[in-house]
């Protein structure tokens, strides 16, 4: 299926989400589950976005800058999930390269568990997936960490150490970011699945911490609740969602 540009965001949306809706009708309750929608909402990410900035200025993220990793990440269930599943796969040949990845989610969340998105910026302290400014979890970084490029690098690295400057986001990455991940959110919880938000690394710990946790998300508990990021009105985004749907 082609999608539909952006520039209709209404029928974008709704594209989108039927094509959610079909994955998690027929994949539920598959083991390839959460790593499908991940690569549909990755994939449909990369490809609308490509299509948006054709003939545009490039950004200045080239994924080898950390600069913006020190801001409060959100993500759906199924990201949260596919991080957790990278860490439980990985932390031993990591741990033989000194990362402890477990450790340092554990750190980051006794630190900043909680945090608005401001004071996650205060705190400065980095992403637990950078390692030698790189991120580990590239390919399959969250659609919020996609969706945040700058044409300005030293603007970011200003503005990450807390000078104030224009950090020049770009728009088309912003946007297609928001419409992917609303249409997934949207079929989540047309399904009965928990489709919040969640800060990225508390979420992490609670999945790493309950073997259980991806199992119950799927049959409709929302074990991961205690790491939902405060400022999201399920009211008011479900209204908005029941109204594009209609
Ligand atoms: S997941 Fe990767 S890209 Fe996103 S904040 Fe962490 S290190 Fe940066």
Request: aromatic content about 6%.
């Amino acid at each position: 299926m082609t999608d539909p540009s952006p520039e209709n965001p209404s029928a974008f949306f709704n594209a989108m989400a039927q094509a959610f809706d079909a994955t998690i009708r027929e994949r539920r309750a598959r083991p390839e589950f959460i790593g499908a929608l991940c690569l549909q909402a990755f994939d449909s990410f990369e490809g609308n976005l490509a299509i948006q900035t054709e003939g545009a200025p490039a950004v200045a993220c080239a994924g080898d800058c950390p600069a913006c990793c020190v801001l409060r990440v959100v993500a759906t269930a199924p990201e949260v999930f596919l991080v957790a599943r990278f860490v439980t796969a990985n932390q031993r040949a990591l741990a033989q390269r000194g990362v402890d990845l477990p450790a340092r989610i554990a750190a980051l969340d006794a630190f900043a568990s909680g945090c608005s998105e401001s004071e996650r910026m205060a705190l400065r302290q980095p992403c637990p997936y950078i390692e030698s400014g790189l991120c580990l979890l590239y390919r399959l970084r969250p659609l919020a960490c996609r969706g945040h490029a700058s044409y300005d690098k030293d603007a970011c690295l200003a503005a990450t150490s807390g000078r104030d400057a224009d950090t020049a986001i770009s728009t088309p990455h912003l946007m297609v970011r928001s419409l992917v991940q609303n249409a997934m959110m949207s079929s989540l919880r047309s399904a009965g699945l928990a489709w919040r938000l969640y800060e990225l690394n508390g979420a992490v710990a609670i999945a790493l911490g309950d073997a259980e946790a991806e199992r119950r998300w799927i049959e409709g508990d929302d074990p991961l609740l205690c790491a939902a990021i405060p400022d999201f009105d399920a009211a008011e985004i479900g209204a908005t969602f029941d109204s594009l749907r209609a």
